[in-house]
C-alpha cells in the first residue's frame, strides 16, 4: 500500500506542489519589493508546465501569478495609502518615491489625467512603468476600490504576456531548460528595450 502510493507521486506532481506556491510568493514578494524579475518567473513557469501531460498546468500558472500580483499591487498600494496619510510618511511610500523619477512621475500624472484607471494596464506592461503610475494615483487620492479595479484587468494582461513568452520560448525547444532559459533572456530583452532606447534617445538628442 505504501510502495504504491508512493510509486504514484510522480515527479511532475512533486513539482507542481512545490512549483505553484513558490511562483505565488516570489510574484507576491515582487510586486511589494520591485527587485525581483517577475516577468521572468511566469515565462520560466510557463515553459515548464508547456512541457508537462498534466491538464491545466498553464491555466495554473495564469491564475497563481495574476492573483499573487493582483494582491502584491493592492498591498503595496495600501501601504503607499497609509505613508501618505501620515506626518513621516513611510519607508514604503519613500521606496515609491525612489523608483518613480519625476520625468516618469509627470508623464505617469498625465495619461492618469487623460485616460483615468485604464493607464494601470499599460503601466504593468511597460517595463518600469508600474510604481510611477501607482505613485500618481497615491498622489491623485484614488480610492483604494478604484484601483483594485483598474488593476484587475492590468494583472491578467501581465500574465497572459509574460506566459506568451514563456510558451513561445518552450515550444523552440525539447528541453525545458533550454526553453527557461530562452523565455528569461527574451523577458530580460523586452524589459530592457525601452530604456535602453530611452538612452539612446536623449545621447541623440
Known sequence: MIFSAAASVTPESTQQAVGYPSL??????????????TGALVSSAAVVAFHQTAPFSLLLVFVVASVAA???????????KRGMGSKNG?????ALRDRAPEDRLAQAQERLDA????VLVV??????GRIPVM???LMARMPMRQFARGDVPACLAWAVTYQLIGILGGSLF????????AAVVLTLVVSGAP???????????
Request: positive net charge; glycine residues 8%; aromatic residues 12%.
Open 70 to 80: 493582483f494582491l502584491g499591487d493592492v498591498s503595496l498600494y495600501w501601504l503607499g
Open 123 to 128: 503601466s504593468r506592461l511597460v517595463p518600469a
Open 135 to 137: 505613485l500618481a494615483c
Open 90 to 94: 513611510s519607508r514604503w511610500l519613500q
Open 174 to 181: 525539447k528541453e525545458p531548460w533550454e526553453g527557461v532559459v
Open 24 to 37: 505565488f510568493l516570489l510574484v507576491l514578494i515582487g510586486a511589494l519589493v520591485p527587485v525581483v524579475p
Open 115 to 118: 485616460h483615468g484607471v485604464t
Open 195 to 205: 530604456s535602453v532606447w530611452r538612452r539612446v534617445r536623449k545621447s541623440m538628442a
